[in-house]
């Protein structure tokens, strides 16, 4: 294989990580010269259509960065345009965070409309239109932002108010949100969103006291 194609396919996953989906290599080389790159060692699967270069970088949570690759498969992530590209949401956007969330699928999105095709039995879609506001970047990927990550797992009911408190108390430890935002971000599915929070918050002292 020439050095210039090998530079064109280190171009595109340099952007994404050292990641690189099957369409992306199709459009610079064949599908064999691909397995080739994999039997010398010089790529490793992630996921039945994601490879990496094994001397480039490692995304923090690789098979959640590989699906979401997988949601445009021939489009840079560098190129995608939120929210449209798909966000990563609920359970997984609280692992993104680093403060876990309890049950849930580890790749979970929330997109515009429901892709067309299977969808793998470790991926979850929620349709739904998020607002400017309700969104940002992370780790290279699209993330419900931590107010909006606490809405929609209470919603889920996956999680009960001590579960939910415990992702509060973490998500304000980290410093990525204060309890008033996260009150304020309730308020469209609570009547009274400050005392519920602090329910959960109580709940989740007692539960670790």
Not at 37 to 54: M, Q
């Amino acid at each position: 294989m020439e050095l210039d194609v090998l530079a064109r396919l280190a171009d595109v996953a340099d952007g994404q990580f050292g990641y690189l989906t099957h369409a992306q290599s199709a459009a610079v080389i064949p599908p064999g010269d691909l397995q080739q790159l994999s039997a010398a060692g010089l790529v490793e699967h992630v996921s039945a259509t994601v490879v990496r270069f094994r001397a480039g970088g490692r995304h923090l949570t690789p098979r959640l960065y590989a699906a979401w690759l997988d949601l445009d498969p021939a489009t840079p992530g560098w190129e995608r345009v939120g929210p449209r590209c798909g966000v990563v949401s609920h359970a997984a956007a609280a692992r993104l965070w680093g403060v876990g969330a309890g049950p849930g699928p580890e790749v979970e999105f929330t997109v515009p409309h429901r892709p067309a095709g299977p969808v793998p039995p470790e991926v979850q879609f929620h349709v739904g239109a998020l607002t400017e506001g309700q969104w940002t970047e992370r780790h290279g990927m699209p993330v419900t932002t931590p107010v909006q990550t606490l809405r929609d797992l209470a919603a889920t009911g996956r999680l009960d108010g001590a579960e939910l408190g415990r992702v509060a108390w973490a998500l304000m430890s980290a410093g990525h949100v204060s309890e008033e935002a996260l009150a304020a971000g309730l308020a469209p599915d609570h009547p009274d969103p400050s005392a519920t929070l602090r329910h959960w918050l109580d709940a989740a002292d007692h539960l670790d006291g």
